[in-house]
């Protein structure tokens, strides 16, 4: 997770890596280029696989949202995370993430992440055992 630079929006928040989509991009390709520049590492689509989604109509009744967000899990990366661009970064444990303090959109995304694990996690025991 990284937390957002205390001078910007939702500053001093921890949110999952990413950033908008520019003009002529694909979601997968714009990915690739915001964590290059964010975290300094290496991925490529073919190791994404879409973990969530969540938009305005994820937030409570009276609470709304301009943004929609897609959440990637991405299993493979070559180099090691830096933090080039938020306040500071850190491995959070799947079970402990609703504890942060996150901008709206990303609770519903980490409650879609530990149900997509859950999930990978037992399609992994149906292939082993
Ligand atoms: N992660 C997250 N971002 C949100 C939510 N709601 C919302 O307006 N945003 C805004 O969506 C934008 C995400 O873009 P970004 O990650 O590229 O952040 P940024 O604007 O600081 O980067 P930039 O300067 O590169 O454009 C931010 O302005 C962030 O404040 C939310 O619930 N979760």
Do not use: N
Request: charged share 20%; with cysteine; glycine share 10%.
């Amino acid at each position: 997770m990284q937390r957002r630079r205390e001078s910007s929006m939702h500053g001093g928040l921890w949110e999952f890596p990413g950033g908008k989509v520019e003009a002529g991009e694909t979601i997968a390709g714009a990915l690739v280029r915001e964590i290059a520049e964010e975290l300094g590492i290496g991925i490529t689509p073919a190791d994404l696989c879409q973990a969530g989604y969540a938009d305005g109509a994820h937030l409570p009744v009276g609470e709304q949202s301009p943004v929609a967000i897609t959440l990637f899990a991405c299993r493979a990366w070559s180099g090691q995370p830096q933090c080039l661009d938020g306040e500071e970064i850190a491995w959070i444990a799947a079970d402990a993430l609703a504890r942060l303090a996150m901008p709206p959109l990303d609770y519903p995304l980490a409650h879609q992440l530990l149900e997509f694990m859950a999930k990978e996690a037992k399609k992994s025991i149906a292939k082993t055992g």
